[in-house]
C-alpha cells in the first residue's frame, strides 16, 4: 500500500483510513493475532437504507432499471463503443441490494424459500406472456 494514499490512522478506533481505501483492523480467530481488511470506497449506487424507504413495486421498477442499464453497457461492450467499466459492478451490486430488500420483506411476512422462488418463477412467466 502507498504511504501516499493514508491519510489518517487512529490506533484506538482500530482503523485506518486513506483516499482510495479504507483499513480496518479486526480480530482473528486466534485471540492473540489481528487482520487487516480492506475495502474499497467506490460508488455502489445507493445505500440501502435509501431502497428501504421505497415500497416493494418501486424497487422492482428500480431492479427493471438497473438490469436494462446491465443490459445495455453489455452492447456497448459487444459493439466495442466507450462506456465505463466500473458501472457494471455498481449496476450488479444495486440490484443485489434490492433483491436483498426484497427478500427481507418476504421473510418479515413469513414467507419461505421455495414460496418465494415458486412466486418469482409465476411472476416471470406472467411477464412473459
Do not use: H, W
Not at 413495486?57 to 431492479?63: L, W, Y
Not at 455498481?90 to 426484497?102: P, Q
Amino acid at each position: 500500500m502507498n504511504s501516499a494514499m493514508i491519510s489518517q490512522v487512529s490506533l484506538s478506533s482500530r482503523t485506518v483510513t486513506g483516499n482510495s481505501a479504507r483499513l480496518s483492523q479486526v480480530r482473528a480467530p486466534c485471540a492473540s493475532r489481528t487482520a487487516l481488511t480492506i475495502t474499497a470506497s467506490g460508488k455502489s449506487g445507493g445505500k440501502a437504507s435509501e431502497y428501504r424507504s421505497l415500497d416493494n413495486d418501486a424497487i422492482e421498477k428500480e431492479i427493471a432499471t438497473a438490469k436494462r442499464a446491465l443490459f445495455d453497457l453489455r452492447m456497448k461492450r459487444g459493439t466495442r463503443q466507450e462506456f465505463n467499466s466500473s458501472e457494471f459492478r455498481d449496476n450488479r451490486k444495486k440490484v443485489a441490494k434490492m433483491n436483498t430488500i426484497l427478500r427481507e420483506r418476504e421473510i418479515a411476512e413469513g414467507v419461505s424459500k421455495r414460496d418465494s422462488r415458486k412466486m418469482a418463477k409465476v411472476k416471470q412467466m406472467s411477464a412473459v406472456l
